[in-house]
């Protein structure tokens, strides 16, 4: 297949044919397809694992075409954004994922652990400066349980009470209840007591075991995740959902983990948004001693793939499909805006751990540069909540704010 300044020359080229006139220049199968999910039908896991698989530059020209014209009959023509700021509060951890360079042990030269003083402080500043959501995770702190969990929440409403906390992964979860001893049930009440808003639904990676075993042998079973994401749904709170692909993993494995995704969206409706994040490898554990044997993160053509595939498999389900910025690069992103996705993620303010595994972006982007990016591809910018309600639209003669 053609490299991705040629994939997106092509896709514009075939864009000027329009739905019918790319769809009559695909072979049967893939064109078989995308007409079910452009006509409302659900496609299957092994459908998704066909679209994968395409290597033909017209099918893929087709695969984002149709993506986007789903797109645009399921949520329309607005990119939103969120104003946020990261708190990586620990970097400190006993759990040692290949695919992580984050992490530090305790006495390592880069260990860090902010006071809830600091995070406090942090939290004041982002508010002051517009945002509306912090987002904190952190290591697996072997000194830690989780009452600081409920002590972080506290601290950042104390400090800002309106600001809307999205933090802590299953993962996070599942250690919390773990080291206090109780249900996850019980954790996760008692963060909702103290105000908690939301969950990040991180530490999914791949959720398929033979997978797991290789990246994370130490992190939660496939099992696990999905138990705690469906427990913190019905107790009402909403979660985002995720993909971090391009390392062991095959085209099967992505799609049986977006087929999981859809089912325990028809039976909790809790998720938010889809987030395909590609791995970052340069600097982790996993690519460095692989021998050749992990790959250098999915490609550019496989992340177009991501985003075309996810918008057909979870139409109807999950409407936000969120690019990154940070792993992608703001380019890149854009582009993928317009091959099924619909929402830019957050500005960040800080971003540890892709640039702790080697990616070139990560540390702020600003809102005005969100909206130029979305006016330059002909669609509507709008900044929102994390759950996704809208707070402000912006049209064109707004482009000085």
């Known amino acids: 297949m053609e490299h991705i300044k040629e994939a997106v020359e092509r896709i514009e080229e075939n864009r000027g044919l329009g739905l019918d006139g790319i769809l009559g220049k695909v072979n049967g199968t893939t064109g078989r397809i995308l007409n079910k999910a452009l006509s409302g039908d659900e496609i299957t896991v092994g459908e998704a694992e066909e679209l994968f698989n395409i290597t033909d530059p017209d099918e893929l020209s087709a695969l984002a075409i149709a993506a986007d014209e789903i797109r645009k009959e399921d949520v329309g023509d ?3 954004y969120v104003v946020n700021r990261n708190i990586n509060f ?3 951890c006993n759990t040692y994922c290949g695919f992580c360079n984050f992490m530090a042990p305790e006495g390592d030269e880069r260990a860090y652990f902010l006071s809830m003083d600091e995070i406090a402080d942090k939290v004041k500043e982002a508010w002051d400066i517009g945002a509306t959501e912090v987002c904190m995770q952190g290591g697996m702190h072997p000194d830690i349980d989780g009452n600081f969990y409920i002590e972080l929440i506290k601290a950042v409403k104390k400090a800002v009470p309106e600001m809307h906390t999205h933090a802590f992964s299953p993962f996070e979860i599942y250690y919390g209840a773990e080291t206090l001893g109780i249900s996850e049930e019980v954790f996760i009440g008692k963060l909702k007591d103290v105000g908690h808003n939301t969950f990040p639904g991180t530490a999914a990676e791949i959720l398929v075991e033979e997978v797991r075993k290789i990246i994370a042998p130490r992190k939660m ?7 705690i994401v469906k427990k913190a749904h019905k107790a009402g709170m909403r979660t985002t959902s995720t993909i971090m ?3 062991v993993d095959k085209p099967r494995h992505w799609a049986e983990h977006i087929g999981i995704l859809r089912d325990i969206q028809k039976e909790t409706g809790g998720f938010t948004e889809f987030v395909p994040l590609r791995f970052i490898p340069w600097n982790t554990r996993l690519y460095k001693h692989s021998k050749g044997k992990v790959q250098e993160g999915p490609g550019d053509l496989n992340q177009l793939k991501m985003y075309g595939v996810s918008r057909l498999m979870l139409r109807g389900w999950i409407n936000n499909i969120q690019v990154s910025w940070v792993k992608q ?9 317009t091959a099924g996705a619909n929402d830019f993620g ?3 303010m800080e971003e540890s751990i892709s640039r702790s595994a080697g990616a070139g972006y990560g540390q702020y982007f600003p809102p005005d540069e969100f909206r130029r990016l979305t006016w330059e591809i002909g669609r509507i910018p709008a900044e929102r909540t994390t759950t996704y309600g809208i707070r402000q639209m912006f049209s064109r003669n707004e482009a000085a704010q």
């Open 221 to 227: 079973p496939t099992e696990a995740w999905i138990r």
């Open 346 to 348: 957050g500005t960040l």
């Open 329 to 337: 690069g703001p380019e890149f992103a854009q582009f993928s805006l």
């Open 90 to 92: 620990t970097n400190i």
């Open 78 to 80: 607005v990119v939103t």
């Open 245 to 247: 692909y391009g390392h």
